[in-house]
C-alpha cells in the first residue's frame, strides 16, 4: 500500500517525464513512465482534479510544442500526409474542423436519438496545389 509521501513523489515524477520529454503528448505516455498502474493513477488524480489538470496542462505545452513543429514543417516539406496523421491526432476540435473538408457531428438527446449533421467548413477542395498560398 502506497503512502501519501509515495503518492507525492510519484506525481512530481510525471511531472518530471512530463517536463523532460516533449514527445509526452497523451497521459497513457505519464502512466507508462510510472511505477503505479493506470486505474491507480487515475483513483489518485481523477479527471477534473487539480493535480490531473495541472498534468493535462503540462501536457497541453508539450502539444503546443509539437504543433508548432509540424505547422513549420508543413510550410517546407513535401510528406504533408505523415504530419498530417500526427496533427490531427493532437489538435484541438477547431483544429480539426479546419483542416478537414468534412467534420461529422453527433450527438445524442435524452430519449437515446442519435442525431448526425454535417459541419460547413467552408473550405473549397483544392484541385491543384499549385493553387494554395503557402
Same mark, same amino acid.
Do not use: H
Given at each position: ?62 502539444? $503546443?510544442? $509539437? ?42 438527446? $435524452? ?14 477542395? $483544392? ?8
Amino acid at each position: 500500500m502506497y503512502k501519501e509521501k509515495d503518492k507525492k513523489k510519484i506525481y512530481e515524477q510525471a511531472k518530471n517525464v512530463i517536463e523532460g520529454d516533449d514527445n509526452i503528448l497523451f497521459l497513457d505516455d505519464v502512466v507508462a513512465e510510472l511505477p503505479i498502474s493506470k486505474p491507480t493513477f487515475y483513483s489518485w488524480w481523477p479527471k477534473g482534479s487539480d493535480k490531473y489538470n495541472e498534468l493535462l496542462a503540462l501536457i497541453n505545452t508539450n502539444r $503546443v510544442k $509539437v504543433k508548432r513543429y509540424i505547422r513549420l514543417k508543413l510550410r517546407i516539406s513535401g510528406k504533408a500526409a505523415e504530419l498530417l496523421s500526427l496533427y490531427r491526432m493532437i489538435c484541438t476540435e477547431e483544429e480539426r474542423r479546419a483542416i478537414n473538408q468534412n467534420y461529422i457531428d453527433v450527438k445524442a438527446d $435524452v430519449d437515446n436519438k442519435i442525431q448526425i449533421g454535417f459541419i460547413d467548413t467552408g473550405v473549397e477542395p $483544392v484541385s491543384d496545389e499549385s493553387e494554395v498560398d503557402v
